[in-house]
């Protein structure tokens, strides 16, 4: 009897699933974009500054009236970081909530998940954050539009630098630490790529590779110091590297090597997490500086942000807030949210004026790729209190042409 | 008496059979024939789970290694042979857990309790870990995408019906086993493991045959899981996969047979609905565990139970 | 590899063993005495790290005086967990997965309401004063707070074991994973004692949270992360040897700074074979006494 | 009448305390015996050696004419010998039947089936009926056990062990816990036991109305040796058993 019951929940818990979607009224004239950012542990942060600048955009573009006589609307379900879940949530956004864009993510395997599901339904899939250049590489896909750099264009621009370094204070060592994950790997395979690519001429003393989230980078710490190089790049982030740069200081490590981390190791929760601690003359970049370039318009997007969320922003933020820009121009140039090719017809090749770019300079999709062209500036720590809590930001800029830093046609992941 | 539970315990299987072959009649929607999927998958992984830890009484908390090793098995396939290998990847998997699961149970029923329950998860994390390490092979994080079963069961409903299928196979297997002496030898080794050997049986042997059992179902599931997600990651080997099936188990209830099915369900629906209005989808998940571990214990089939049990004595004593 | 590196990778190993001991010995006293597997102990540890935190940068309290007010809120806090929570589950059936739901379910709540309060930012604490910088012996460098973090994990370990070993309430703590009711009989008040050494571990991790935080950075789900290395530790040393926590730390920090120093590309990987190995050939845990098997 | 147990210099110590000492001596097939001794003679510890729960550091146990010296506890109950616990051994969440039932399928090798539902297998249900009946505890054959008085739980235990169809017995205390007037049923049940399934019985008991109310051999233990054996007739005059019991002042 009671076995009978349970089969009645299972039809019960089914029903409900089939009368869901009754509930959820089409709104229109609404430009709906489905958002899987993390909220919960060491992403969670990126995905936080991801909602709000996203949100920030989107009051800004519907303020003054939205776009094509549409609205955009925003909704986010916490992803979890876990490609399974964010699949499902994918395809609910797509089935149930009918929402014109996938948006975000800040995992490059979330990413690869959910391209996948953009694929086969066609629906355009903007990211922000995640920065695997697979996805832009052997796992393009037509509906998939990448806003913010990739690792490729990070260590294309480490590698310019370290070339121009080489002229005015010669080097010839280098040793290389990063999560013992697909991205630290793919960070050391691209920078060797590039500097082989400008004919820097190198010498690789030592790799190391902690694991993701490690606590404790003591004895990597120590064993680089005894490899000697001159040049040590770092594929660490976030918390990571807060917790290296805080473990290697009283070492001197930073005395005796240059410390090089060009992909997120300029990121602003580095500088403020460390405050006074972080050592001066580190070259970190990151793939949006809150103080570079010295636009109105950076002036304003960074403001903005700290006045909206009572916080400086990660560059997590301004990729978000690309997206957001990206989809109104699409919509705009089409005028309806709805007819896909055209829109990523629209999206090939868009021109984009962004925050992060300097006067002489506007951002564009490549048609080719789908991966957004952008400079990069690649700085070295200076003292600078302006964004508390950090004590340090960058200073004393390099500034790399963007259409210096994209791969060769040819480039592919495989080629390792 | 008996005869009586077999048929009305046919009827129960009919019922929920038809209503989970009725989903694709009713919805279109691709979402909710995934969410079925899930839950179907979910629940033969949960109730695999509870061969061991409820009608046994061994506590894994690393069972994620066969749900990923099933997974793997079909993915690695498909991504270094062909796409032609989704069902080959599959057997193998099926293959490998059962041999894997005889050489880790070996190694492991040698202790019992908490100490069995830790080396069950210190195994699920070196798995995990040497698939997140070794990312030329098993893709590291990025886990590997474009799993599209061959042939005609690349179409998704069709996929939804094979997967139906073979989890009502597999329930129902587990569900003739743990009707069947074996499954009685099973509880009797929970209950009273000191006494078994004086019925003339192994504890330790009855333990392996459930631990490899379980593995291999949980391997079934994952391989099947892969299909239905058309693709895999190193999470579903991670700690915490291992932990949802249990909170699963719990949440049905652990003594029923049907429990952590019906636990799938529920949690599933919950994380779908929930998920999607709260951020703060964890604190939610953390008191709905303490509520059933604190006041629930017996899960949602058994509080239930014992429920009408009550009601009925109330009734009678009237 | 010349003789001062070798002191230099001793001495890293050192540093990151004592950190896992003192992750790890809140642990293992709660399983050693209570026989309760506290899976949440390593979010004590990130509440410790936060109230240290707090202390020091909002209050302006000094370092020390943050550790402490880190330990006693942490115990504060395992006490009232247990007291309100675990204490019901005691002597259930199939108490150990029970134990372990509660403990995973107290992980997911206190992950959010530690966001709830400090926000997802990553906070960051100063190393205290005096301890800021290095001294250089003989060619080899050591960061003093490095050197302060060895000398009070040292401490702990040599009071624990002389509370333990010597005192009238520890020799009842140790008694008490023993035989719960026989205790009871004994006229010892077991319930309070229980709730005691509870509250006496999760201080040992807010201790240790607040410790390693000036070393790392403080962040959401900073508590997960520590929880499998300190399993690890207390599966090698033992369950419930304090001593073992202590031994298999060492083990697990030396083996771990020299696979970097040698094979750095398997790193990450070297502590689950180190405990793989021990677990085939001694599954009860290097340092623990063999037990008596039973048919 | 052939020997079915014979044990040969038995010994045994837990660290530096003899609890088995030499013990040697043969049961005879069909043979009812007791064996009886203060607490901490070394009752128990005999039953577990002889049904190899403990492995006895000197000496040979040959059943049924095959030295089962070293053997696990399964492999003996498989050759034929049965053992009731002195604390109650039952399982508490199955139903009586299931208890019973699942010695007479163990008995017949179905005990590792893994398809046919276990009410199908009609002889093991059938002789697990029989069983109850003739233990009286067929009324309550679908409560769990659990929910049984004491002195059925007793029962119970030893109807597992009949299920298994022994040819040899092993009883620990069959009647401790027991009132009077139960007692003096069970003291009939073992005997009827005894006759009805063709069995050798060994039991232990403090109870002396039941220990020379029907055992046909006594066998006294004290502090570990076999003091003395014989028929109840012979036991109960002999000065040393005696002694042994009542103290040296009174013998």
Same mark, same amino acid.
């Given at each position: ?144 539009? +990448?806003?913010? !750099? $990739?690792?490729?264009?990070?260590? &294309? ?5 370290? #070339?121009?370094?080489?002229? %005015? ?117 990151? +793939?949006?500086? !809150? $103080?570079?370039?010295?636009?109105? &318009? ?5 403001? #903005?942000?700290?006045?909206? %969320? ?107 | ?318 | ?295 | ?251």
């Amino acid at each position: 009897m009671l076995k009978l019951r349970s089969g009645v929940i299972v039809l019960l818990v089914l029903c409900t699933l089939v009368l869901a979607p009754l509930a959820v009224m089409a709104q229109e004239k609404v430009i709906k974009i489905g958002a899987m950012y993390p909220m919960t542990g060491r992403a969670g942060l990126y995905g936080l500054d991801s909602v709000d600048a996203a949100e920030m955009a989107i009051a800004e573009i519907n303020g003054k009236g939205g776009v094509a006589g549409y609205k955009l609307e925003l909704i986010n379900t916490d992803s979890k970081a876990k490609p399974d879940y964010s699949v499902m949530v994918a395809k609910r956004y797509i089935e149930q909530d009918k929402v014109h864009f996938l948006f975000g993510v800040v995992s490059s395997a979330v990413g690869l998940a959910v391209t996948e599901v953009s694929k086969q339904s066609k629906k355009i899939f903007i990211g922000t954050d995640h920065a695997s250049t697979q996805l832009t590489a052997d796992k393009f896909q037509p509906y998939y539009f +990448r806003v913010s !750099n $990739n690792t490729f264009q990070s260590m &294309a621009a480490g590698a310019l630098y370290l #070339k121009e370094l080489a002229q %005015t204070k010669p080097w010839s060592t280098i040793a290389y630490v990063g999560p013992d994950y697909a991205y630290g790997h793919d960070q050391w395979n691209e920078l060797k790529f590039n500097l082989d690519r400008f004919g820097v001429k190198y010498k690789i003393v030592g790799e190391y590779w902690p694991k993701l989230f490690a606590p404790d980078y003591t004895a990597f710490i120590t064993s680089i110091i005894k490899d000697k190089p001159d040049i040590l790049i770092s594929g660490l982030w976030g918390g990571d590297s807060v917790a290296f740069i805080k473990q290697a200081t009283p070492y001197g490590l930073f005395e005796k090597v240059l410390f090089c981390s060009p992909d997120a190791g300029g990121n602003y929760e580095v500088m403020s997490a460390t405050g006074a601690e972080l050592p001066l003359g580190l070259v970190l970049s990151a +793939r949006h500086h !809150n $103080n570079w370039p010295e636009t109105a &318009a950076n002036k304003e997007y960074v403001k #903005k942000f700290f006045t909206r %969320t009572g916080r400086y922003p990660t560059y997590a933020a301004e990729g978000a807030y690309a997206g957001i820009l990206a989809i109104a121009q699409a919509v705009e140039k089409v005028g309806n949210p709805t007819d896909t090719e055209a829109l990523v017809k629209a999206l090939e090749g868009m021109k984009i004026k962004l925050p992060e770019d300097p006067d002489d300079f506007t951002s564009y999709i490549d048609p080719a790729t789908h991966q957004i062209v952008q400079v990069q500036a690649i700085g070295v720590t200076v003292a600078n209190d302006q964004f508390p809590p950090a004590k340090r930001m960058l200073g004393n800029w390099k500034v790399y042409k963007a259409e210096d830093l994209l791969p060769p046609k040819d480039f592919s992941e495989k080629k390792k | 008496m008996e005869r009586d539970t077999d048929l009305k315990q046919a009827v129960l299987w009919l019922v929920v059979f038809a209503a989970f072959a009725l989903v694709p009649v009713a919805t279109a929607s691709k979402y909710h024939l995934l969410l079925a999927a899930h839950i179907l998958l979910w629940g033969l992984f949960a109730v695999a789970f509870n061969m061991l830890w409820g009608v046994t009484g061994m506590l894994s908390f690393g069972q994620a290694l066969y749900f990923g090793l099933g997974a793997y098995s079909v993915g690695l396939m498909v991504k270094h042979v062909g796409p032609g290998w989704f069902l080959p990847g599959l057997g193998l998997g099926l293959v490998c857990s059962v041999i894997l699961s005889l050489a880790v149970g070996l190694l492991i029923i040698r202790v019992s309790g908490v100490f069995f329950t830790v080396l069950t998860l210190a195994f699920g994390q070196l798995a995990w870990q040497i698939t997140f390490r070794w990312y030329h092979f098993t893709g590291g994080d990025d886990g590997v995408q474009g799993i599209i079963p061959p042939g005609i069961l690349g179409n998704g409903l069709v996929y939804y019906y094979f997967i139906l299928i073979l989890v009502a196979l597999a329930i129902w297997l587990m569900h003739r086993l743990s009707q069947s002496p074996m499954g009685v030898l099973l509880r009797c080794v929970r209950q009273n493991p000191s006494r078994v050997p004086f019925l003339g049986q192994s504890v330790r042997f009855s333990q392996l045959r459930i631990y490899v059992v379980s593995s291999f179902f949980a391997a079934l599931a994952g391989s099947l899981m892969a299909g239905a997600d058309n693709s895999i990651h190193t999470d579903m080997l991670y700690w915490t996969t291992s932990g949802e099936v249990i909170l699963m188990s719990v949440l049905g209830g652990i003594g029923q047979f049907f429990g952590p099915f019906i636990g799938a369900g529920v949690l599933i629906v919950l994380q779908d609905v929930m998920g999607a209005k709260t951020e703060y989808w964890p604190l939610m998940i953390g008191i709905v565990m303490m509520v059933m571990v604190l006041l629930l214990p017996r899960g949602l089939v058994g509080e239930f139970q014992a429920l009408r049990v009550r009601l009925k004595s109330l009734v009678a004593s009237r | 590899m010349d003789v001062s590196f070798i002191a230099v990778q001793l001495l890293s190993g050192l540093t990151m063993a004592t950190l896992l001991f003192l992750v790890a010995s809140g642990l293992t006293l709660i399983f050693g005495v209570g026989n309760v597997f506290n899976f949440a102990h390593g979010s004590f540890y990130m509440l410790g790290a936060y109230l240290a935190y707090q202390t020091v940068s909002a209050w302006h309290g000094n370092f020390w005086v943050a550790a402490l007010v880190a330990a006693i809120g942490a115990g504060i806090l395992g006490m009232m967990a247990e007291f309100l929570f675990l204490r019901r589950i005691y002597g259930r059936a199939e108490e150990g997965g029970f134990q372990i739901l509660l403990t995973y379910s107290f992980i997911l709540v206190i992950d959010d309401l530690v966001k709830m309060i400090w926000g997802t930012e990553y906070k960051s604490l100063l190393r205290p004063a005096g301890f800021q910088g290095s001294i250089t012996a003989a060619g080899v460098t050591m960061p003093t707070y490095n050197l302060a973090i060895i000398g009070i994990g040292l401490l702990i370990a040599v009071l624990a074991w002389w509370i333990l070993a010597r005192t009238r309430p520890g020799r009842v703590a140790r008694a008490t994973a023993l035989d719960r009711e026989m205790l009871g009989a004994m006229g010892v008040n077991v319930p309070r004692t229980m709730t005691l050494v509870f509250g006496i571990a999760t201080a040992l991790g807010g201790f240790a949270g607040a410790l390693a935080a000036p070393l790392r950075s403080v962040t959401p789900g900073a508590g997960i992360e520590v929880i499998i290395d300190s399993l690890i530790v207390v599966v090698i040393g033992g369950m419930g040897h304090f001593w073992g926590a202590w031994l298999g730390a060492l083990l697990l920090g030396e083996v771990n700074s020299f696979a970097v120093a040698i094979v750095p590309e398997w790193a990450s990987v070297v502590s689950y074979v180190v405990m793989v190995l021990c677990l085939i050939f001694k599954p009860e845990g290097l340092f623990a006494p063999r037990q008596v098997r039973k048919a | 009448m052939e020997c079915i147990l014979k044990l040969d210099g038995l010994e045994k110590a837990f660290g530096g305390l003899r609890v088995t000492a030499s013990v040697s001596f043969s049961v005879k097939e069909g043979e009812l015996s007791a064996i009886i001794g203060p607490n901490g003679a070394g009752k128990t510890t005999l039953f577990n050696q002889i049904t190899g729960h403990l492995l006895p550091d000197r000496g040979k146990i040959t059943f049924v004419g095959e030295d089962i010296t070293g053997l696990s506890p399964q492999q003996i109950v498989k050759r034929g010998m049965g053992r009731a616990f002195q604390i109650t051994s039952i399982f508490p969440e199955e139903t009586v039947l299931e208890n019973v039932r699942m010695a007479c399928l163990s008995r017949r090798d179905e005990a590792l089936s893994y398809f046919r539902p276990v009410h199908r297998f009609k002889e093991a249900t059938d002789q697990a009926f029989a069983i109850l009946e003739s233990l009286g505890l067929h009324q309550q054959a679908d409560r769990p056990a659990f929910e049984l008085a004491h002195g059925d739980q007793k029962l119970l235990d030893i109807g597992m062990a009949l299920g298994l169809e022994p040819k040899l017995l092993l009883l620990d205390e069959p009647t401790a816990g027991m009132s009077p007037d139960e007692r003096q049923l069970t003291r009939d049940l073992i005997r009827r036991m005894w006759k009805e399934f063709n069995l050798t019985l060994i039991f232990i008991e403090h109870d002396m109305d039941t220990v020379f109310g029907i055992a046909q051999t006594v066998r006294v233990l004290q502090l570990g040796a076999l003091l003395a054996e014989g028929t109840p007739d012979q036991i109960r005059s002999n000065p040393q058993v005696i002694t042994a019991y009542l103290g040296e002042d009174l013998a």
